[in-house]
């Protein structure tokens, strides 16, 4: 089994419906798909430009649950970025982004451990763009900069290791670990999120 690295953004659960429908900021629209239906917690519901598990039938979400759609993502080049369109033989799909390739994103609308927020966890698809997610200040700013505009508490890098990175906290970009000097657990880290 490969590297399974993932962002994992969290953002009031009253946020989720705003978050979605700003996901193609993030991850252009897929045109040659129908419109997907998802019916979320409360009986909203969007219509989303993606596919989950591949396919394009509504998603009824409304009883809570873990919603999953395949996506890709764009991101800003540097030298980590870069080498991946080399090797990947990717072409830019606009100036100075590239479409990285299928993302997974899982998004998780009361969690146990912080049931005040939802997560938006996008899962890299191989191995070599696990490494990316771990080695791109371009990819770091990509999510750090959705986890800003969808008005998110926390942007995690989980590179499947005893710790997580903490990249987006408090507003503003962080590089901490948790567990860590200021965060000992995760529960210490939920605790100082606000709302």
């Given amino acids: ?58 998603v009824d979400c409304s009883a809570g649950g873990d919603l999953r759609l395949d996506l890709s993502v764009l991101c800003g080049p540097d030298p980590a970025v870069d080498a991946y369109a080399a090797e990947s033989h990717l072409e830019p799909v606009g100036p100075g982004r590239f479409d990285i390739g299928y993302v997974y994103l899982t998004v998780r609308f009361a969690p146990a451990l912080h049931p005040r927020h939802a997560s938006l966890q996008f899962t890299a698809a191989t191995s070599r763009m696990s490494r990316l997610f771990e080695e791109s200040a371009g990819i770091r700013e990509a999510f750090t900069g959705f986890t800003a505009a969808v008005g998110g508490v926390c942007c995690l890098l989980d590179t499947e290791s005893e710790t997580s990175r903490v990249r987006w906290l408090d507003g503003g970009p962080a590089d901490e670990t948790v567990p860590g000097p200021r965060f000992p657990g995760y529960r210490e880290l939920v605790a100082a999120w606000p709302g």
């Fill in 1 to 58: 089994m490969g590297l399974d690295y993932s962002y994992e953004v969290f953002l009031p659960a009253r946020g989720v419906a705003g978050a979605l429908a700003g996901l193609p900021a993030l991850a252009p629209p897929r045109r040659d798909v129908p419109p997907l239906a998802v019916t979320l917690p409360g009986r909203g519901r969007v219509d989303l430009p993606y596919t989950s598990w591949f396919k394009s039938d509504p």
